[in-house]
């Protein structure tokens, strides 16, 4: 009995597809669905996803991998906005469809791979400031750290340096935002290369906020100095001309950053 049982799955891992289906299950049960097959390698061969992302892969096994994903990725960027957790799904479908680099079926181009763990990364980080609440079914997965770790995917650290500091800045409470918030202010020049429209697109709404929680603190002794070193380089890059007084003692005019 023991033997047909491992025949049975031999023949069930031997088939070209595997549909792990969970009912209701809890956040921890779908990671661990996913562990499971994957190990502990970020972005491997199987991802949690919505029927309806299940269905359009299936319908899509004729075409070669690289379209795709390409069609992965370009409805993961239709989907954001209108269907989330369908963006998401898309997203992380593109990722798996790479294969393991160097295998037989992979995908070999390297700007390709990049490119989809690039969406990955857009996808999540979207999703995360947005506060969006992806379904149960998906594992509440931490999309801060899903960004952070497809930017390294892609082969982009300082952009995934980025993420991770806005993220903790998004996630601070009001009492404690200044520090992250210092943090973003200095690394954001040294990575200005790294930077990615949709990364400043999405952060126009917040960055005001976080320009005035800045410029307040210039009003503490202690805080001036380096704020005042790091303030007009940080103003620069997310494009808001301020006025900034000038340090508290110093006997000099507001100076003007643009």
Same mark, same amino acid.
């Given at each position: 009995m023991a033997t047909e049982q491992q025949i049975d799955l031999m023949d069930v891992f031997a088939t070209e597809r595997l549909v792990w289906l969970d009912i209701n299950p809890s956040d921890r049960i779908v990671r661990q669905s996913t562990d499971f097959p994957n190990g502990s390698e970020h972005g491997g061969g199987v991802a949690a996803c919505v029927p309806a992302a299940l269905l359009k892969t299936i319908e899509e096994e004729q075409l070669e991998p690289e379209e795709r994903v390409l069609r992965c990725q370009s409805d993961a960027r239709q989907f954001l906005r209108v269907r989330p957790e369908m963006a998401w799904s898309r997203a992380q *479908? $593109?990722? =798996?469809l790479l294969g393991p680099p160097g295998s037989l079926a992979a995908v070999g181009d390297q700007a390709a791979r990049d490119a989809a763990y690039l969406t990955l990364a857009e996808v999540c980080f979207c999703l995360a400031l947005r506060n969006t609440h992806l379904p149960a079914e998906l594992g509440r997965p931490d999309l801060f750290a899903e960004a952070r770790a497809a930017a390294k995917h892609a082969q982009r650290h300082g952009l995934a340096l980025i993420l991770d500091v806005i993220g903790r800045v998004h996630r601070a409470p009001p009492q404690t935002r200044l520090t992250p /918030? =210092? +943090?973003? $202010? *200095?690394? /954001?020049? +040294? *990575?200005k290369d790294e930077m990615e429209p949709w990364v400043l697109i999405e952060v126009e709404e917040q960055s005001k906020a976080w320009l005035d929680l800045l410029k307040s603190a210039l009003t503490a002794a202690h805080n001036a100095a380096g704020l005042v070193r790091i303030l007009p380089r940080f103003t620069r890059r997310w494009v808001f001309p301020i006025g900034l007084p000038a340090p508290p003692g110093s006997g000099s005019a507001p100076f003007r950053c643009s």
């Open positions: *479908q $593109a990722v =798996t /918030l =210092t +943090e973003l $202010a *200095q690394i /954001l020049p +040294e *990575q």
